[in-house]
């Protein structure tokens, strides 16, 4: 082997890949071709220390940062940054590989807590019109790293921007909490009591708070003379408060039928609009409430509601408003970055089923048994929001369904690749359909 520092030696041998089949000689013999293998081992490892011998072998190359963060792939890039973030010395060499990362991120999109990671490393850095160039390159829709930039904005003096910022943001995410926190926090530092007010009785309509966010507003309210607990309200129901609801009210759900039925499996009964991806999302089931008691009578505007998903990309993360045009479908919201197509196959056209509704029984634990699709009853809150509400009428939805992965109708169609439920909700007064989902 040629001459090799005594560093990078310690290093290789700390942290030896596994041997190639066929190679002779020692993994440094070539530092181009171990500079490569490290990096791909690196980028399957995630955030490993694998990245700390690439870093010495690319050293003992000559290279320059900037060459060497060039030769990775965006995952690549991606990964070295978070692992930089992690190391408490290297602010500097996780910011450049982030950069280059959000420059070209490839076929997955920027993850907002990643991004936020990124934006604060800036700030910290001294560089916080940097962070806010790469908040506005983002837009309106980067909301959890614009709420990240709002202590950092007010501790510069520039609290009227955070306001601005964050309003911008809540524009979009209406239903967020969080977003409304920070945009409380915001208009406090700048003096706007009422309006803070206003964002903080907001942000207590929709879920519950982080630790973190609750204790920055009870420290900025209870300097103020606020009572926080009298603007934050209830809290949502904890997840064992939550099962109890459940149990009490847990609906019916829908099974095969070999007679005929008003609710179906399948059917094109309704026009559907495109998803995001292209595809034209499909109504799994389409439910005629009329037939239902429960959902009749606080939905007597609705005869059919579908219960829709795209089973080809993971826009089922979001949610998605809908509203009715005559038999028409549109697709008039979605809150949040489209993400890439989901890899599974895609599931063939559905042919019309009837189906029939028994009472939903809880699984041997007694809890939800994720195969079923639930109608009516109260849903089981695994995320937030834990109220949703109307887009056009801010008015609370009533829930009508908890769609799951199609068990006993053919073809089966798996949704949120089988683990969770997308939720239905519906407005009496707009007509308006809004589905989110809930994961496992
Ligand atoms: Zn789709
Ligand atoms: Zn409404």
């Known amino acids: ?102 420059e070209r991120p490839g076929r997955m999109a920027p993850q907002d ?54 309003r911008a943001v809540v524009h979009v995410y209406d239903d967020s909490s969080f977003a409304w926190a920070h945009l409380a926090l915001a208009l406090g530092a ?53 099962w109890v609801e459940w149990r009490a009210a847990s609906g019916e759900r829908l099974v095969p039928s070999e007679d005929p039925s008003p609710h179906t499996f399948g059917g094109d009964l309704l026009e559907l609009p495109d998803c995001r991806c292209g595809r034209r999302i499909r109504s799994v089931f389409v439910l005629d409430v009329r037939e239902i008691s429960l959902l009749h009578d606080r939905l007597p505007r609705w005869s059919l509601v579908p219960l829709l998903a795209c089973a ?39 042919s019309t089923r009837p189906a029939r509704l028994v009472p939903n029984l809880p699984d041997e634990q007694g809890f939800a048994d994720w195969r079923y699709t639930q109608v009516g009853g109260v849903p089981f809150w695994v995320q937030g929001p834990r109220r949703v509400r109307c887009r056009s009428c801010r008015e609370e939805m009533v829930f009508v369904a908890a769609l799951a992965s199609s068990t006993g109708f053919e073809p089966y169609v798996p949704i949120n690749n089988d683990s969770g439920f997308q939720y239905h909700f519906a407005c009496n007064e707009c007509r308006t359909l809004s589905v989110l989902g809930q994961w496992t």
């Open 1 to 102: 082997m040629a001459e090799r520092s005594r560093e990078l030696v310690a290093l290789v041998e700390a942290h030896p890949l596994p041997p190639r089949r066929g190679a002779s000689g020692h993994v440094l013999d070539d530092l181009a071709l171990a500079s490569s293998r490290y990096a791909i081992a690196a980028e399957r490892n995630g955030t490993s220390d694998l990245w700390r011998v690439w870093l010495a072998i690319e050293r003992e190359r000559g290279r320059t940062r900037g060459q060497s963060i060039d030769s990775l792939s965006p995952q690549g890039r991606r990964w070295l940054a978070l692992w930089a973030f992690d190391q408490d010395d290297d602010d500097a060499l996780g910011v450049d590989a982030y950069a280059a990362f959000l």
């Open 113 to 166: 807590t990643e991004t936020l990671r990124y934006v604060r490393a800036l700030s910290r850095a001294g560089r916080l019109d940097e962070a806010l160039a790469t908040l506005d390159r983002l837009g309106p829709r980067a909301c959890v790293e614009t709420c990240g930039l709002v202590a950092e904005l007010i501790a510069a003096g520039r609290a009227p921007e955070a306001v601005d910022r964050m």
């Open 312 to 350: 080809d990309c993971v826009d089922w993360m979001l949610r998605r408003d809908f509203a009715f045009e005559g038999r028409a479908l549109r697709l008039v919201g979605v809150h949040g970055a489209f993400q890439a197509c989901d890899p599974t196959p895609p599931v063939a056209p559905l």
């Open 190 to 242: 700048t003096g706007a009591d009422e309006e803070m007010r206003h964002a903080l009785r907001e942000s207590a309509l929709h879920e519950p708070l982080d630790p973190r966010t609750s204790m920055e507003l009870a420290l900025a309210t209870l300097a103020r003379g606020e009572h926080l607990n009298a603007w934050c309200g209830p809290e949502g129901p904890s997840r064992d408060r939550s």
